[in-house]
């Protein structure tokens, strides 16, 4: 099998039935079939370790998943590690914080959890401080104006930094970050701060657009960082626990066979920040979502059958980074979008949750498929989530339903 991504993927058509989708919730109580996660058979639940009761860190990673799985990559030169190291060593982050400071810190963090260097840890405590500077000078936070993704990214983003530089950090460090972070859940949890109703929508919580999982994934981030920490995070953790099983999971249930409504350039903005919620949940506090819908774990091979036979260029431009094309007929997409790597965060997560069954390997193949790697500035999740060892497998299907949006991807061949 040839690796040229041109040849090993044939004719792709897709065809788009009818699209019909509820806009708030909650919705009505639909009929669940409970689907394993990896390994939920043997029930074992997710295979990624989770936190001892308090530690940190324990949000996405643990320190047995640092030890077990990163160090070892780390030490075996893998590319996904070469890639982020060249990144962090070469003053990347600094120099991509103005307009992706989460990445950037993120990518500091794990070089420091990966290494034990203090130096990475002192440049993300610098980028974190500009970062809080942020989030208290935003009009969300101020009330000088509504809530907005850029806002909620910026606290998702401080409340992984306070959890994964949590032992590089002061004790007055935490207690700042803790009340900045608990400042703003306030004011996310605030209807009359939702001044655009991006969040509420007559009393009711939005579950198809991409504002709404990056609220959740910014409350949720916050209430397992903060918890145990915080005297009221307990509230806060209940809150997102039952808006992510009420509304989410029932959305996502609705949507089978992996589709999203919105299409895929607001899919990827608004499926990472989900796919990461359902994560945190696992690896704080052992309680699996992944088994309550088949979803998650169909949306690894929609996502495959999405893209294109063909390679292409971000922005359409020269200078772009090297993508994989996808339909932009489907929702309201534009073409050659760098949220397509946000999609492919999503992708490299989502095979590890389900490390082993088919819709993982196919996945694990694709991604072996060039471009096989991901811009620098995301490089971080590479070396996450994807496992260089395994090489996957082409599907044996050539195509693929979502009967309720009713989209059809057809192939010639793969």
């Not at 109580?29 to 989770?50: I, K, S």
């Not at 950037?104 to 420091?112: E, I, N, T």
């Not at 893209?307 to 200078?319: G, V």
Request: hydrophobic residues 45%; negative net charge; glycine residues 8%.
């Amino acid at each position: 099998m040839t690796r040229s991504f041109l040849k090993t993927y044939a004719l792709t058509l897709v065809l788009l039935l009818s699209v019909s989708a509820g806009l708030l919730a909650p919705l009505a109580p639909l009929p669940v079939t409970l689907t394993p996660a990896r390994a939920q058979e043997d029930g074992d639940g997710v295979p990624l370790p989770v936190a001892g009761l308090g530690a940190h860190p324990r949000l996405l990673v643990t320190s047995a998943y640092v030890q077990e799985t990163l160090k070892p990559r780390a030490l075996a030169e893998s590319p996904g590690w070469a890639a982020l190291l060249a990144y962090v060593d070469s003053g990347g982050p600094e120099e991509d914080a103005d307009w992706i400071p989460g990445s950037a810190l993120r990518s500091l963090a794990v070089a420091w959890m990966v290494t034990d260097e203090l130096d990475y840890a002192q440049r993300a405590r610098v980028l974190m401080v500009d970062l809080v500077n942020r989030v208290e000078n935003d009009p969300g936070m101020t009330g000088a104006g509504g809530l907005d993704g850029g806002f909620m990214e910026n606290v998702a983003a401080l409340a992984i930094a306070y959890d994964w530089l949590y032992h590089a950090l002061t004790t007055d460090d935490r207690a700042a970050l803790r009340d900045t972070l608990w400042r703003a859940s306030k004011r996310l949890r605030n209807p009359a701060a939702d001044t655009d109703s991006v969040i509420w929508l007559d009393g009711q919580i939005a579950a198809f657009g991409n504002y709404d999982p990056r609220w959740l994934w910014a409350l949720t981030a916050t209430a397992l960082a903060l918890w145990g920490d915080h005297d009221e995070a307990g509230t806060l953790v209940e809150f997102c626990r039952v808006t992510l099983t009420d509304t989410v999971i029932p959305a996502l249930d609705l949507q089978d066979g992996g589709a999203w409504a919105e299409g895929p350039v607001y899919g990827f903005i608004a499926l990472w920040p989900k796919v990461q919620t359902a994560l945190v949940w696992w690896t704080a506090t052992s309680e699996n979502y992944f088994d309550d819908t088949r979803w998650w774990y169909d949306r690894l091979a929609y996502d495959l059958f999405l893209y294109h036979p063909a390679q292409t260029l971000t922005h359409n431009e020269d200078w772009g980074d090297p993508m994989h094309s996808y339909p932009s007929i489907i929702g309201d997409s534009e073409r050659y979008h760098p949220a397509v790597f946000y999609g492919r965060a999503q992708d490299v997560l989502l095979r590890t949750v389900f490390a082993g069954f088919d819709h993982a390997e196919w996945m694990d193949w694709f991604l072996s498929q060039p471009p096989d790697f991901m811009p620098s500035w995301l490089a971080v999740e590479e070396f996450l989530w994807r496992d260089p060892a395994n090489p996957g497998t082409p599907p044996p299907d050539r195509t693929w339903t979502a009967p309720y949006l009713g989209h059809v991807f057809m192939r010639s061949n793969w």
